[in-house]
């Protein structure tokens, strides 16, 4: 051998034996733990899991690697034996099968990951993240024009969607059947409805932080669907010749258009189904930069279209779409501390066609700039700190044609500073309190304090909790027809008080045995200055921001959970109880109202079973009470000088003066999974409300004529979308060396 030859056996040798080790760390329920301290205890060097669990470190053959997070029981692990890429951490005052079936240890916090998200059914074959969220207690979807949640009492319009703490556009598909967000890229998602983390704020009821993926096994992965009603195309790669940097996309789109086309020939208006249309588009890319940074890249585009008739002269073309981007880098700064910087830019544009007597369309548009920085430190063993500033600049332009265009503008800029601290004051007792300070940047120079508190309690089976939120609200949604849609309109709040709620809430939760679990939780929310329209002038928003009208009230209830969970069998049961009445000197003559999103009864049945290798049946019934809707009181005839045609114009008095009946309905479908070597066929076959159950969207007032004489007037309702049966297949592709 000569002297080269063994230069380079030496060599390799070396770098055999010194390794970059990057992996991930989970708990028993797969959620990625941020902020793990990893350290090589054999030569001192170390790291911390970014906020989706990831890690790298350098470590040789022998080397001890400790794995330590506050809340979780330490570990240490010869690096001989990480032969996987995953590192499963368990909870502290848990035991492992407690852990590994438990619903949640607060219910006003969850984690939600792809696991949960399949037990839903999967309408059009496609799993959905805020389907999923109507699952909890507390938070239910009314399944009309507008496909947000409702949680605890609180409005569609008072929920924040996020991406790495990031605001999106305001994203929607219609009826609840499919939310813009899809699981396949945004895998990992918290759900905070109350006790709220100090580093948000601007909405009163929920938050949602999701995260794009950014680590995988594979090397490669994907599926294409074709179904009856929509189309998918998904795939993960990782593309650089390291394998460090993961690139995930996903396409959807729909065609009920063209199924409703079909159905609605020779049916009266009323009968016809909607000829609606969506795609969106989720792309995500992380990469490392040097040492322990990393970054990651995430956009969503949509759009939508919903032509709607009411009768033979009267008909809507509602169009709305969003683009939004984020992108983040985070990384550990020293052993004990890792930082978050991100920036995100979002839009949103709707436009509403109006065909009458009078023809008109309005163009909706918002544009958004944020720019968070988050830190993280561990100053002891019992102590975690976090702190940091997110700001935001929005603008907001309307346009109104009807025989002349109109257009406003407004802006609002806002400046958050948090700091939070989380404190063990025993090994089961966690005491969590923080302070959010918001000021305007380019009006005026107040401040608002929003102070958090968070106390938990864990024994054994036995967790409770209490929790304090304020939180602040500095826009409001003005609708434009008498329900919420996609294409309302989002206004600023100019020159008055924000919107603010109180948040108390108080729990327990009990793990009957190693399979089930029940919990019990109570809410209250006194709401502060909140947000309505005296009038709605389409041609000058400026005169109806100066009606923006503040008012008060107060959100109560009570919610009981239990769950059922064996693996292959799973049941939720679940009742929220939710009473919200609000006041406005200007509306309904001063009295207290119950506004349309006062959901006094909501229940839920979600159960999934696997009955053999490769089939799951999914199933979900669900049941809310009525909600309030502003119907006419009269309706006045209106006709020209010297002219023949009439025009009937609604008169409305009291607002939301009209309870619309109770909904229910059942979701089932049934996965068949096929394996083909590596890759898999995946058949989804189901139905949207099985029982054709004719819940109403909306109502209107519509006359009546005989001979082309006027009879009556009469109340009518809308139902959008009725039972609809679907099928997809699916073809999945995966990395021929591994095998799920």
């Given amino acids: 051998m000569n002297r ?57 053959d ?45 219910p006003g916090y969850d984690n939600l990951g792809s696991i949960g998200i399949n037990r839903v059914p999967a309408f059009m074959g496609e799993q959905d993240v805020l389907k999923y969220l109507s699952t909890f207690p507390g938070v239910t979807s009314l399944g009309m024009l507008d496909a947000g949640i409702y949680v605890r009492g609180g409005n569609s319009s008072q929920n924040a969607y996020l991406v790495n703490g990031i605001q999106l556009a305001d994203p929607q598909h219609i009826a609840g059947i499919m939310s813009t967000f899809d699981p396949y890229i945004l895998n990992h998602s918290k759900f905070y409805k109350s006790g709220y983390p100090s580093k948000y704020n601007g909405y009163l009821s929920s938050y949602i932080d999701m995260q794009p993926v950014n680590y995988m096994s594979e090397n490669f992965a994907g599926e294409i669907t074709l179904g009856l009603l929509a189309s998918s195309a998904k795939a993960k790669i990782k593309p650089d010749k390291n394998k460090k940097s993961l690139l995930a996309v996903s396409f959807r789109q729909s065609y009920f258009q063209l199924l409703a086309k079909g159905y609605n020939q020779g049916k009266k208006i009323d009968e016809q189904l909607p000829s609606y249309a969506f795609s969106d588009l989720n792309i995500a890319y992380s990469f490392p930069i040097k040492n322990d940074w990393k970054a990651s890249f995430y956009t969503l585009f949509t ?13 809507y073309g509602l169009n709305w779409g969003t683009f939004s981007n984020v992108l983040s880098v985070t990384g550990s700064l020293g052993k004990r ?87 063990w004051l025993r090994k089961n007792l966690m005491l969590s309190s923080g302070l959010n300070v918001s000021t305007y940047l380019n009006n005026r120079s107040t401040f608002f304090l929003s102070p958090r508190l968070n106390l938990k309690f864990n024994h054994m089976r036995f967790s409770t909790w209490f929790d304090y939120a304020h939180s602040l609200q500095f826009e409001e949604r003005m609708n434009i027809f008498t329900i919420q849609s996609p294409v309302d309109i989002w206004l600023p709040v100019k020159d008055q008080l924000p919107g603010r709620s109180h948040h108390l809430s108080i729990g327990s939760q009990w793990q009957i045995n190693p399979v089930s679990s029940i919990s019990l939780g109570a809410f209250y929310k006194k709401l502060e200055d909140i947000k309505e329209f005296e009038s709605f002038n389409r041609n000058d928003l400026s005169e109806s921001i100066g009606k923006m009208l503040s008012g008060s009230g107060n959100s109560l209830g009570a919610e009981v959970d239990f769950v059922y969970n064996t693996g292959p069998a799973y049941l939720r049961l679940n009742y929220t109880l939710s009473h919200v009445k609000t006041k406005f000197a200007a509306i309904n003559g001063g009295q207290y109202f119950n506004p349309p999103y006062d959901v006094r009864h909501n229940i839920l049945w979600n159960a999934s079973i696997k009955l053999s290798q490769g089939v799951n049946l999914n199933a979900m019934w669900t049941f809310k009470s009525g909600i309030m809707a502003t119907v006419p009181a009269g309706v006045a005839l209106v006709k020209d000088i010297g002219g023949n045609t009439l025009e009937f114009i609604p008169v409305y008095t009291d607002r939301h003066n009209y309870k619309m009946p109770s909904t229910h309905r059942l979701d089932i479908n049934i996965e068949y999974w096929k394996n083909l070597h590596t890759n898999a066929l995946k058949f989804n076959v189901g139905a949207y409300n099985v029982y054709n159950q004719q819940n109403p969207s909306f109502v209107y007032v519509q006359s009546e004529y005989e001979d082309n004489n006027f009879i009556q007037f009469t109340l009518n309702s809308k139902v959008i979308f009725p039972f609809m049966p679907y099928i997809s297949v699916s073809y999945v592709f995966r990395d021929k060396r591994l095998r799920d």
């Fill in 303 to 315: 759009t939508d279209n919903l032509p709607m008739k009411l009768n033979g002269g009267f008909s």
């Fill in 4 to 60: 080269s030859s063994a230069c380079l056996l030496i060599l390799l040798w070396g770098t055999a034996l010194s390794a970059q080790k990057n992996g991930v760390v989970v708990s028993y329920d797969r959620m990625p733990i941020e902020a793990v301290q990893i350290k090589n205890i054999t030569n001192g060097k170390g790291t911390v899991s970014d906020h989706s669990g990831a890690f790298d470190i350098k470590a040789n």
């Fill in 62 to 106: 022998g080397d001890l690697l400790e794995f330590r997070h506050l809340n979780y029981i330490s570990q240490s692990i010869p690096f001989s034996a990480l032969k996987s890429d995953t590192v499963v951490l368990q909870a502290k005052d848990f035991s492992i099968a407690e852990v590994n079936v438990a619903t949640q240890a607060h």
């Fill in 337 to 423: 501390s890792t930082a978050l910087f991100s920036i995100g830019h979002n839009r949103y544009t709707s436009d509403v066609e109006l065909g009458s007597t009078v023809n008109s369309k309005t163009i909706n548009k918002t544009a958004q700039w944020n720019v968070n920085t988050e830190f993280r430190t561990q100053l002891s063993s019992v102590l975690d700190v976090s702190y940091g500033i997110n700001t935001s600049f929005k603008s907001y332009d309307y346009n109104q044609e009807i025989e002349s265009l109109t257009q406003n503008a407004f802006s609002n800029h806002l400046l958050h500073a948090f700091a939070e601290g989380q404190l």
